[in-house]
């Protein structure tokens, strides 16, 4: 079974960038939808988990939620088995637990809105946006 580990989270100032890695061990990416998902901040604790953006590893599918469209980049490297988000333009809204969540041959738009069941998560990784 595929494991998850991100990082590249931290505290950023409005109007900066972050990028997130997605580490995948175990198994390829391959034919797996991948993608990031928020956790807002004080929900910690059974907090609800949004799509922010998704991609599908076989066709290269991608899915975004409208808020982060156009500032948000989900990408791979496939030789380091890797998903990145890429965010630019971090505004306070963006902030909480980003984790990396993968299920097998999955619709990249039901995946990111929680349509389909997502069979592994990772741990997480804060990214903070205050000034």
């Known amino acids: 079974q595929v494991q998850l580990v991100e990082s590249g989270g931290g505290l950023v100032q409005p109007g900066g960038s972050l990028k997130l890695s997605c580490v995948a061990s175990?198994?390829?990416?391959?034919?797996?939808?991948i993608g990031w998902f928020r956790q807002a901040p004080g929900n910690e604790r059974g907090g609800v988990r949004v799509?922010?953006?998704?991609?599908?590893?076989?066709?290269?599918?991608?899915s975004y939620s409208a808020s982060v469209r156009g500032r948000f980049t989900i990408s791979r490297n496939g030789a380091k088995n890797t998903v990145y988000l890429e965010m630019n333009n971090l505004q306070p809204e963006d902030a909480g637990v980003y984790f990396c969540?993968?299920?097998?041959?999955?619709?990249?738009?039901?995946?990111?809105?929680?349509?389909?069941?997502?069979?592994?998560w990772g741990q997480g990784t804060q990214v903070i946006v205050s000034s």
């Open positions: 175990g198994r390829t990416l391959d034919s797996y939808t």
């Open positions: 799509g922010v953006s998704c991609l599908d590893v076989g066709d290269g599918g991608t």
């Open positions: 969540a993968a299920t097998w041959l999955a619709d990249v738009r039901e995946f990111c809105a929680r349509r389909t069941i997502i069979s592994k």
